[in-house]
C-alpha cells in the first residue's frame, strides 16, 4: 500500500491507535508490577488480557487475504483495511511483549514471538517495497507494458526486427524463427510491399499501445549490409529474443551504444533508418529486463509473508489450546 498525501490522513488515524495502544500496554505494566519490579505473568489476568487481544489483532490480520477475494461484499473499504492491517500489526508486537510480561518462559512462547517479529518484519520489508519500487520502476522503465504481455511483445518486436533486418539486407525472413513469424503472419519482403514496424508501448492499464514512431520496410535491400546482418545474427537477435538470460553485451546500455554506434560508423547513412529501430527494440527489450526484474522484488516478499503469517495462526491456536488446558479452563 503507498503511503501519500492522499492517504496519510488515514494512516494517522491508525498510528495514533497504535501509539495509544503502544502506551496503554506500557503504562498498564508499570502499574501492575510487584514490588520487585516483575511484571506481570501470562496467566494473570492482565497478562491474559494481553494476549486475548493480540491473538485477536492477529486473526484481524490474516482475515485480509480473504477481504481482498470478497471484494463485492461490503465490509468497508479495501484502503482502510489495508492501513489497519499495517499499524495493528505492529502493535501486536508490544502487547505480546506484555502479555508474556516481556518473558518468553517456554519452548511453544518463545517460537511464537519469534515467528511473531518475523512476519512483522516481512511485512515492513514489503511496505517499504511498495512505496520504493513503483517510483523506481517508473524512472528505470517509462516504456512499461502489461507485465503479462512482456513475454507477447517481445516476441512481437523480435518478429518485426527479423522483417525488418530481412528487407534491409535482402537475406530470406524464413532463415530466422519461423515461429514468430507465424504469429504475426508477415509479408515476404520479396513482394515490394511497404510493412510498417510499430516500436515501443506506453505505460496503461488496459492494453498495450504504439508510439508515433514507425519504420516501412525497404522496397528493395540496401547494398552493403552484410556486417549489419551479421552482427543481427551474433548479437542482436539473441538478446531480443532472451533478454538479460542471454549472453549478449546489448544487456548493458553502455555497451550497446558502442554497438550500434559501430554499426552507424561502417554502413551506409540509408541503414541508419533500421539501425535506429534495432536500438530502440533492444532499449525496450533491457526495459522490460528491468520491469520483470522490480516486479519480481515487488512482490517476492509475500511469498514468505502469507505462509509465515498462516503459520502463525496455526500456531497461536495451538498456544491457546495448550495455556487455556494447563491453566484449568479445559
Given at each position: 500500500m503507498l503511503v501519500n498525501r492522499n492517504n496519510l490522513w488515514l494512516h494517522s488515524i491508525w498510528f495514533i491507535a497504535f501509539l495509544l495502544g503502544t502506551l496503554a500496554a506500557v503504562f498498564t505494566l508499570i502499574d501492575v508490577s510487584t514490588g520487585d519490579y516483575r511484571p506481570p505473568r501470562g496467566a494473570s489476568k492482565v497478562g491474559y488480557s494481553f494476549g486475548l487481544v493480540a491473538g485477536l489483532l492477529i486473526v484481524f490480520e490474516v482475515l485480509l487475504w480473504p477481504r481482498k477475494k470478497l471484494k463485492r461484499w461490503r465490509?468497508?473499504?479495501?484502503?482502510?483495511?489495508?492501513?489497519?492491517?499495517?499499524?495493528?500489526?505492529f502493535l501486536t508486537v508490544p502487547l505480546a511483549l506484555a502479555h508474556g510480561g516481556l518473558f518468553w518462559k517456554g519452548s511453544l512462547a518463545f517460537a511464537l514471538m519469534v515467528l511473531l517479529i518475523v512476519v512483522v518484519i516481512s511485512g515492513l520489508v514489503g511496505l517499504a517495497l511498495q512505496n520504493i519500487l513503483p517510483r523506481r520502476l517508473r524512472q528505470a522503465v517509462p516504456d512499461e507494458?502489461?507485465?503479462?504481455q512482456i513475454d507477447n511483445v517481445s516476441h512481437q518486436y523480435l518478429a518485426e526486427a527479423d522483417a525488418l533486418v530481412s528487407a534491409t539486407c535482402g537475406r530470406a525472413a524464413a532463415e530466422f524463427d519461423a515461429s514468430f513469424w507465424s504469429r504475426l503472419n508477415p509479408i515476404d519482403p520479396g513482394e515490394g510491399v511497404n510493412r510498417?514496424?510499430?516500436?515501443?508501448?506506453?505505460?496503461?492499464?488496459a492494453v498495450v499501445k504504439g508510439t508515433a514512431m514507425e519504420i516501412e520496410?525497404?522496397?528493395v535491400p540496401i547494398p552493403n549490409t552484410d556486417h549489419l546482418h551479421a552482427v543481427y545474427r551474433s548479437t542482436i537477435r539473441e538478446f531480443l529474443q532472451h533478454g538479460r538470460r542471454s549472453h549478449s553485451p546489448l544487456r548493458l546500455d553502455s555497451q550497446a551504444q558502442d554497438v550500434f554506434r559501430d554499426l552507424r560508423l561502417k554502413l551506409d547513412a540509408a541503414a541508419s533508418p533500421a539501425i535506429d529501430a534495432l536500438e530502440r527494440w533492444?532499449?525496450?527489450?533491457?526495459?522490460?529486463?528491468?520491469?520483470?526484474?522490480?516486479?519480481?522484488?515487488?512482490?517476492?516478499?509475500m511469498a514468505i509473508h502469507v505462509p509465515l503469517s498462516l503459520a502463525l495462526l496455526v500456531l497461536l491456536i495451538w498456544h491457546a489450546l495448550v495455556a487455556s488446558r494447563y491453566s484449568g479452563i479445559f
Open positions: 465490509l468497508g473499504r479495501l484502503r482502510t483495511w489495508m492501513a489497519a492491517h499495517i499499524w495493528l500489526g507494458t502489461i507485465f503479462s510498417p514496424a510499430v516500436i515501443g508501448a506506453v505505460r496503461s492499464m520496410l525497404p522496397e533492444c532499449d525496450l527489450r533491457r526495459q522490460f529486463d528491468r520491469q520483470q526484474k522490480l516486479h519480481f522484488w515487488l512482490h517476492s516478499w
